[in-house]
């Protein structure tokens, strides 16, 4: 017998093999109970199913300010990375890893920053092995010891994955249109879980960038706490209003972030080019919580102002 887990539907159907296991056909490669024909992992107990967020076809973009906790150019792409998460289940329909997919498309930073995950509310316990293949290179993942949630560093300076060779001034990688442009660099994140867990949503992905050379400067999406080893001695300096005690976290007193994730195509800023220039009905949508001007990223004109890669 198998139990078929269906995650778009989040039921078990029931299937009966017609023969006895013995002198079957032998379909049941790592004996999870999934025929081959029907496992996506048909050599892996610990996975059978998977989804996909957005889509298997469409990404999530991040992108990041890394002045905090000065606004700074407030040019948002000093890192700018496209993903996909694939969360992959068991024969039983619990949550044994996930495996992200994407490309870091843009570093407009002159500081070197890291780029680590941390996931909401889940333990470092929950972490049992993981590596990132990176630009055709592998390395191994672990979680950062001393911290309460599970935090992956999935890099620590981005900067050794987007040389440019700094020529005539060309120093950013793909924010100035008079420099040259680079293919965006692949990487792809496997992790596996200790146990099962039975929710794993893309908003418990906490991804955050902090500084190579002090690992306490973190800075996260607005209202994403730091992790254990941030030195709170940072907030509510220069721009910045963040205040624990009411769950505010890497806002302006205009509650503006320093890290914006945007579903779709969108063309984040050239180089020093404040983003409430590019896109005029940015600030209306960020002052109004994002009750209006919801499409603030498909309406702008300013072409000379965003940058638009050729490929
Ligand atoms: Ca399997
Ligand atoms: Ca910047
Ligand atoms: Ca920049």
Redesign the pocket.
Known sequence: MAALYDPHVQEVVLGFEDLPRTWGDNDF??A?G?SDTL??????????FSSFFPSDKDYVLLAYEDKWPQLGDYDMNDLVIRERLQTIF??QGAITGFRLEGFIDARGAGFKNGFALRLMDMPTSLFKAGSISIDGTTFPLRAEQGQSDAVIILWNNTHDFTTTGDADGCQFFNTVKECPEYAPVPFTVDVTFTSGVTSLLHSDFDFFIFRTNKRGHEIHFADYPPTDKMDTSLFGRHADTSDPSSGRYYRSADNLSWGLKVSGAWHYPREYKDIVWCYADYETWVESAGEQARDWFETSNRNHLYYVPNR
């Not at 496992?39 to 059978?48: G, K, S, T």
Request: proline share 6%; glycine share 0%; net charge negative.
């Open positions: 490669n790592d999870d999934i496992d996506e992992f048909p050599n892996d107990y610990d996975r059978a068991n024969a």
